[in-house]
């Protein structure tokens, strides 16, 4: 894997060939918008955390400012334009907080914030980061009560209640309890995007990424859609699609929970109902 510092050096070194190809005329036509994105290339994978250098030309005289876009969301904005190349230079660096696949794009926008050039959605490949293990130190201590032994006369004068042992009958042990079972999902696909509703309208707040382990709190409806306990979530809650994990527990003791509501348009206006056209009563004559 490229180390961050060389992954930007390279960057630096095809943003640097792409001015030289427009001062010997390799650019576009004058006029003419164009977006070419030259960091990160293809199929790059990267680790999370990791500084990406995002880096490429945005060309067009109609274009006022270049927007960089990860995951279809604005990210940054470049407003700083080459007028004698007719240009944009975009150099900035992008890190990843979540692992999976995602998106980059630069886009060229007009003077009234339309797109008039965008460049081709690169697929930035985000792996998590290993974390060395810790060691984890277990202390146990163990208290041992020994209750004095009453005389013969204590104990002759002192009533058993029923179902207690007689003294001298030795200790009982008392029953273990056991531990409900504990609903979870495994995410099996590489990543299972965490929403706030049972819905893929609904808002995303964050990612699971392959193996990881959620406990289940409750289920739609429908059973498509599981709720899980997610730190980043609204309430401590957040819900992943089914398909995406493997469940483990008895999801017959699961409850049916909601989430939020996914966003929905808003009504159409209402049309006044047409007015009927007067009627004339005809004129009777004495």
Known sequence: MRTPHKMISTAASWLALGLLLAGCGGAAAPGAPA?????????????????????????GAAIRTVDIYVDDRKFATVANKNESLNQFIVNVQWTADLAGSHLVQLRGLDEKGSVVAQSENVIVTVKPATAAPTAVIVVTTVITVVAPTPSGAQASAVPTAAGTPAPGAGPTTAPTPTKAPVNQITVTNDFARVRNGPSTANKEMGQLTVNQTAEVKGKS??????????????????????ELVQ????????PVATGAAPPTAAPAAPTAAPTAAPTIAPTVKP
């Open 247 to 254: 469940f483990k527990g008895d999801a017959a003791l699961v």
């Open 35 to 59: 977006a070419l994105l030259i960091s990160p290339s293809r199929d790059s994978v990267i680790t999370v955390g990791q500084p990406v250098a995002v880096a490429g030309t945005v060309s």
């Open 221 to 242: 409806a429908d059973s498509l859609w599981w709720q899980i306990a997610f730190a980043q979530g609204e309430a401590g809650l957040g819900w992943v699609f089914g």
